[in-house]
């Protein structure tokens, strides 16, 4: 049984000079109950509180920890950059070598412009597909995430047929009205959007694989409708690969399904840890940005020597080692497969999706393939389920709606352990 007094005490003193305590919302814990662990270490598949609990990780920083944590590699090249400055704000080699890397590995990109975070990302690319368009709509997708701009801060109101309304606080409804939604998976209600906004939609913008409604894989079929309604209607389309980019094969969701986005937004992984965006695409488009073109978008950290060596060294190791996916897709398969037979064991069956080295367990009997059947999941009982796994020693998203990511570090051994665990915690949530 782990007890976390001092992650407790922590909680209530970061209240006081941290709104909720923490810097991001899911982490507070307030989706499963009970007080966020504070962190003092990982290595490896091992994440360290401050009470001295030891965790097995699921979340991987939420993806970029690929090759578990503090890589040897990565904190190399972290190290043997630092004593030549930690910024410098003008143009260095390093950016370059990256940017041909990622241009070599993602089959959308022709041009790239590194960024500090997803969201800045994901910002930037809408600004250009809209500056590249002159038009001004956007189309998302009901329970898909693209980081806290506020353009992407839009549920879908009543249907998905209707006008966005803000998500939260602050958004403008003028914001808002640019923002339309369908839901994932449904290529006809995209197609109705568009016919009713004619030449009037910039772009396209979804997660290829979602990642942010719980894991959500696109319907056979579905990714390619896009690209063909994009082309047609001269819609830019956005793969947003912030989490499944270099995580479901070297080029990401478009590699693996085969289709080609206009434009890519990226993260995580591409800084090793480190905080990183990047947004890329065809040149025509990329050629908008300034100082190329008119669409202005800067950053005084941008292409920061620390975060391109950590990159450098994560992209490279994943370019000249492709058996890591074959790997990834081995260890998930084998969690799943035990995950699956377990719930048969004690009479129980969950949906859980499952693609490359990520997945999600729904608590719901329905398939899930969109938002609307995301949300047929018992949250109660996934908060139960959490709390029994993280008592176990195992480190979960502390939400129903949140894809888990394993490493390469994760062993048949820790297979086995996750599984002992997952075993006891469905009972004990069932119950
Ligand atoms: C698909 C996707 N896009 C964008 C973002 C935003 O990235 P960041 O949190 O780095 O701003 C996230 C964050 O989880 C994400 O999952």
């Known amino acids: 049984m782990k007890i976390a007094p001092i992650s407790e005490e922590l909680f209530q003193r970061a209240q006081h000079s941290i709104p909720g305590g923490v810097n991001s919302p899911v982490r507070a814990f307030r989706a499963v109950g009970g007080n966020p662990r504070f962190m003092v270490s990982a290595k490896g598949a091992y994440m360290f509180d401050e009470d001295g609990n030891r965790y097995i990780e699921l979340i991987n920083s939420w993806g970029p920890m690929i090759l578990g944590h503090a890589a040897d590699i990565v904190q190399e090249a972290v190290q043997k950059a630092i004593p030549d400055s930690l910024s410098f704000g003008a143009p260095t080699r390093k950016e370059i070598e990256i940017a041909e890397l990622i241009v070599d590995l993602v089959p959308s990109i022709e041009k790239v412009r590194m960024v500090n975070s997803g969201t800045e990302a994901t910002m930037s690319a809408i600004r250009v597909a809209r500056g590249y368009t002159g038009r001004n709509k956007m189309i998302k997708f009901e329970g898909c995430y693209h980081g806290h701009g506020d353009s992407f801060l ?6 998905a047929i209707t006008l ?11 914001v808002a009205a640019d923002t339309l939604t369908a839901p994932f998976n449904d290529l006809e209600a995209v197609k109705t959007l568009v016919e009713a906004n004619k030449n009037q939609i910039a772009a396209i913008i979804l997660e290829p ?9 696109p319907a056979p079929g579905f990714l390619q409708g896009l690209r063909d309604l994009c082309t047609k209607e001269g819609i830019v389309l956005i ?3 912030v989490m499944t980019g270099f995580r479901l094969a070297p080029g990401g969701a478009q590699q693996l399904y085969g289709v080609t986005p206009d434009m890519t937004t990226l993260g995580k992984i591409i800084g090793g840890g480190m905080p990183v965006g990047a947004y890329g695409g065809k040149k025509e488009i990329m050629d908008f940005v300034a100082p190329a073109g008119p669409v202005y978008q800067a950053g005084t950290l941008s292409g920061n020597p620390i975060a391109m060596s950590a990159g450098m060294a994560m992209l490279q190791y994943l370019q000249s080692h492709r058996e890591v996916y074959t790997n990834l897709e081995q260890t998930t398969s084998s969690m799943v497969t035990g995950m699956r037979e377990n719930m048969q064991q004690l009479g129980l069956n969950y949906t859980i999706n499952h693609v490359g080295s990520m997945f999600s367990i729904f608590f719901t009997e329905q398939p899930v393939t969109d938002f609307e059947s995301a949300k047929t999941s018992d949250t109660a009982q996934f908060g139960r389920y959490f709390n029994s796994m993280l008592q176990r020693g195992i480190y979960l998203a502390p939400s129903q709606y ?3 990511f394993v490493s390469t570090a994760i062993t048949d051994d820790l297979v086995q352990e996750y599984l002992q665990a997952n075993r006891e915690a469905l009972e004990e949530a069932a119950r």
């Open 154 to 159: 839009i549920a879908a109101g009543s249907g």
């Open 164 to 174: 966005g309304v803000p998500d939260s606080p602050g958004v403008t409804q003028g």
């Open 209 to 217: 694989v979602a990642g942010n409604m719980g894991l959500v894989l």
């Open 239 to 241: 793969f947003d690969e």
């Open 402 to 404: 949140e894809s888990l």
